[in-house]
């Protein structure tokens, strides 16, 4: 058994390796001058079980992802498992208008391709199971966020209703209340929001969410939040993505900002490679 990373699972991939004791593959990764990619693996890996470890979420990624099983499947090794700590494309996850595509459908094919399992860290939508023709696992985070908060949180709040079961999930790890914020979509970079009749006044508040990706969900909760005067506000989701500097404003703003290390970003402090391995232990002993 090995472990095998792209551009874009190296770390994780490095921790798996060191947890769980196995060989790791370095594989062979450049551009041609035209900008097309390149994937080689180098070394003998026949009749073997692979772990393939890289984030999927954007073009470079996704192909990175492909090529990385395609090249591993070629050389005979007997089982294919990708990890996927950030899965891209999971909102688009049915139609929304007419004549839209499913984009999280198309990636779910393409990744399914010559893989006999995958496990994904908290995908923004689990219906997005059903699109992938090999076994998929989803890994929560919950335990490794409610380890870090320990002590240090009086009530767990998602900022939409969606987000729920998250909640629900760290706050009764930690032994407190969890509650969800009302929010409505307007684009992609605005929301509306109001409390729901939550009252954090004077308490310990950890706001949780799955992305933070530009940002105005989170900003606009805490902007919520502190106007009911919340002791302290503590956010932290499951991949960090900050576009457009969104991070600096969330800090000024809140007690303290952290995510997993799904995605490498200064706050990525909560590493989850842990929960991963003891999933993958649990595969292997099977
Ligand atoms: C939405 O349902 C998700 O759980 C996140 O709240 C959302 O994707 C965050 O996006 P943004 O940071 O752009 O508001």
């Known amino acids: 058994m090995f472990i095998i990373t792209g551009n874009y699972g190296e770390k994780i991939g490095k921790e798996l390796q060191s947890i769980l004791n196995i060989r790791l593959v370095q594989p062979i990764i450049k551009k041609f001058p035209d900008g097309e990619l390149y994937v080689r693996v180098n070394e003998k890996v026949v009749d073997d079980i692979a772990i393939i470890v890289n984030n999927a979420f954007n073009g470079e990624s996704i192909l990175e992802t492909s090529f990385l099983i395609n090249a591993i499947d070629k050389m ?40 006999s399992e995958i496990f994904i860290v908290e995908p923004h939508s689990n219906n997005i199971g059903k699109y992938f023709s090999c076994k998929v696992n989803f890994i929560s985070p919950a335990e490794e966020i409610a380890k870090n908060y320990a002590n240090k949180i009086d009530l767990v709040i998602s900022p939409d209703k969606g987000g729920i079961e998250r909640a629900k999930e760290i706050a009764s790890l930690m032994g407190v209340d969890y509650s969800y914020l009302n929010k409505k979509r307007v684009s992609s970079y605005e929301v509306i929001m109001d409390l729901n009749n939550v009252s954090v006044k004077g308490k310990r508040v950890l706001l949780v969410d799955d992305v933070i990706s530009t940002g105005g969900t989170i900003l606009k909760a805490l902007e919520l939040l502190k106007s009911d005067h919340a002791n302290e506000i503590h956010v932290v989701c499951t991949h960090g993505l900050f576009l457009n500097n969104s991070d600096i404003n969330i ?12 995605l490498n970003t200064k706050y990525s402090t909560i590493s989850i490679s842990p929960i991963i391995a003891r999933q993958l232990e649990k595969f292997i002993e099977n």
Do not use: H, W
């Not at 950030?86 to 094919?109: H, M, N, P, W």
């Open 251 to 262: 800090v000024q703003n809140s007690t303290s900002l952290s995510c997993t290390n799904t």
């Open 76 to 115: 005979g090794v007997k089982k294919i498992i990708s990890v996927i700590p950030y899965l891209g494309y999971t909102r688009q996850d049915k139609k929304f208008l007419e004549g839209e595509a499913i984009s999280s459908e198309v990636i779910a094919k393409f990744l399914s391709m010559n893989n």
